[in-house]
């Protein structure tokens, strides 16, 4: 059974910086487009941004020149580096596979906090 763990969440001031790591445990990885997902308290989970088996990388507007998606299929990770954090970046973080492929069982997510 595939498992997604991520990690890397935590509090932050505004305009800061967090790291976010998920680990696919799948037997393949690198033939899948991943992304990452965001869901805030009272609203639908959203993408925030997509990697394909190329590297090439999608953003969601709000995420564009602030946040960078990267994958590493020997080690079966997805990362998000985000910067310049704001509090309506406030929401668990989830990855899970992108594009047209179906989604994996979600995993606990991370979350993420951004507050004074």
């Known amino acids: 059974q595939v498992q997604l763990v991520e990690s890397g969440g935590g509090w932050v001031q505004p305009g800061g910086s967090l790291r976010l790591s998920c680990e696919a445990s799948v037997s393949i990885f690198e033939i899948y487009d991943w992304g990452w997902y965001r869901q805030a308290p009272g609203k639908k989970r959203e993408l925030v941004a997509g990697?394909?088996?190329?590297?090439?990388?999608k953003y969601a507007d709000f995420a564009k020149g602030r946040f960078t998606i990267s994958r590493d299929s020997a080690k079966h990770t997805v990362s998000l580096e985000m910067k310049s954090l704001e509090p309506e970046d406030t929401a668990v973080y989830y990855c899970?596979?992108?594009?047209?492929?179906?989604?994996?069982?979600w995993g606990q997510g991370t979350q993420v906090t951004v507050s004074s």
């Open positions: 990697i394909n088996d190329g590297g090439g990388a």
């Open positions: 899970n596979r992108a594009g047209d492929w179906p989604f994996f069982t």
